[in-house]
């Protein structure tokens, strides 16, 4: 499948389906989006990995994650209706100086009718070779990008790719590197912010 951005996620609608007439892996094919009643499944998995509570700490400085997986959800774009496996997720940010500027955590089990009403949201899978290039990934590694929203400035965007790593002390569980990406063009409001207040460097996240 083409790896396509959420640019449109205002005209999805999340809800479930109960059948479809055709499975094609999210990571397979080139007719995404174009086969009516498709359903585009994370067939191998790969968002598993990434699903849970994950910190980064460094003095007083914070980023919490939280990330779930939902299945079948209903989009409708370009007069289809189709459906895809997605995450989604919600996360905190406490800059050096111990000041929380975001807090969507307690959004995390609420029933938004919208996709976009999360601040995490998306289902994206990368090889090795998509940007940002990962050098030392495996020929068979995936990674993830997702689309993150800073609630007071949504008309900036703004992507993270999430790669799983070993831990450092005990190499039988993962961490996440989280690495955070241009979106793209911004339509900036006439006198707006045009940086996001979340941080753009990347963290390494251990699992809660």
Same mark, same amino acid.
């Given at each position: 499948m083409k790896n396509i951005l959420y640019t449109m996620v205002l005209t999805f609608t999340f809800l479930s389906c109960k059948a479809q007439s055709t499975i094609i892996g999210l990571y397979e094919g080139n007719e995404y989006g174009k086969t009516e009643n498709a359903y585009y499944k994370d067939t191998n998995n790969d968002f598993n990995k990434f699903i849970g509570t994950w910190k980064h700490t460094n003095g007083n400085e914070e980023f919490t994650i939280i990330l779930k997986k939902k299945t079948q959800?209903?989009?409708? %774009?370009?007069?289809?209706?189709?459906? /895809?496996? !997605?995450?989604?997720?919600?996360?905190? %940010?406490?800059?050096?100086?111990?000041? /929380?500027? !975001?807090?969507?955590?307690?959004?995390?089990?609420?029933?938004?009718?919208?996709?976009?009403?999360?601040?995490?949201?998306?289902?994206?899978i990368l090889n090795k070779y998509y940007a940002p290039v990962c050098n030392d990934c495996t020929e068979d590694e995936k990674r993830v990008k997702l689309v993150i929203i800073d609630p007071l400035r949504d008309y900036l965007s703004i992507r993270i790719v999430l790669r799983t790593v070993p831990n450092a002390t005990n190499p039988n569980i993962n961490d996440v590197k989280l690495v955070f990406t241009g979106g793209g063009w911004s339509d900036v409001p006439e006198g707006q912010p045009t940086t996001t207040r979340i941080p753009t460097n990347n963290f390494r996240l251990i699992k809660q």
């Open positions: 959800i209903m989009f409708t %774009y370009n007069n289809k209706t189709f459906y /895809e496996d !997605v995450i989604y997720g919600e996360y905190k %940010y406490v800059d050096a100086n111990g000041v /929380e500027l !975001v807090n969507t955590l307690s959004n995390i089990d609420s029933a938004f009718t919208s996709l976009s009403d999360y601040k995490i949201f998306g289902n994206t």
